[in-house]
């Protein structure tokens, strides 16, 4: 079955930076957008970062010209650099990835799958 591992999270000043990586593992034909969103304590998810196939990318204005989206299709992982970061970031950060697999009854499917979620702190 298909997994979404992220990694990289951590606490972190403000102005400090931080890497957050993802990495599907499973029985994978095709990995199309993936993508990072994050959770504040009693707000709703947000997108942060998505990258699609083709690498083209888009971002949540308030994290614009601060954090960059990446992958690595041979090793089926995503990558946020989180640079210049603020209070406002702390947040679970989760990873996001529409694959196509093949499932327990040895179909191809193609679904949607999130990571577990990783904490990101950011405070003096």
């Known amino acids: 079955q298909v997994q979404l591992v992220e990694s990289g999270g951590g606490l972190v000043q403000p102005g400090g930076s931080l890497r957050l990586s993802c990495a599907a593992s499973g029985v994978i034909f095709s990995i199309y957008a993936m993508g990072w969103y994050r959770q504040a304590p009693g707000k709703q998810r947000e997108l942060v970062a998505a990258i699609n196939s083709g690498g083209n990318t888009n971002y949540a204005d308030s994290v614009k010209g601060r954090f960059t989206i990446s992958r690595d299709n041979a090793k089926n992982t995503v990558y946020l650099q989180m640079n210049s970061l603020k209070p406002e970031d702390t947040a679970v950060y989760y990873c996001?990835?529409?694959?196509?697999?093949?499932?327990?009854?040895?179909?191809?499917?193609?679904?949607?799958?999130w990571g577990q979620g990783t904490q990101v702190t950011v405070s003096s």
């Open positions: 996001n990835a529409e694959i196509e697999s093949l499932s327990s009854k040895y179909e191809r499917k193609r679904d949607d799958y």
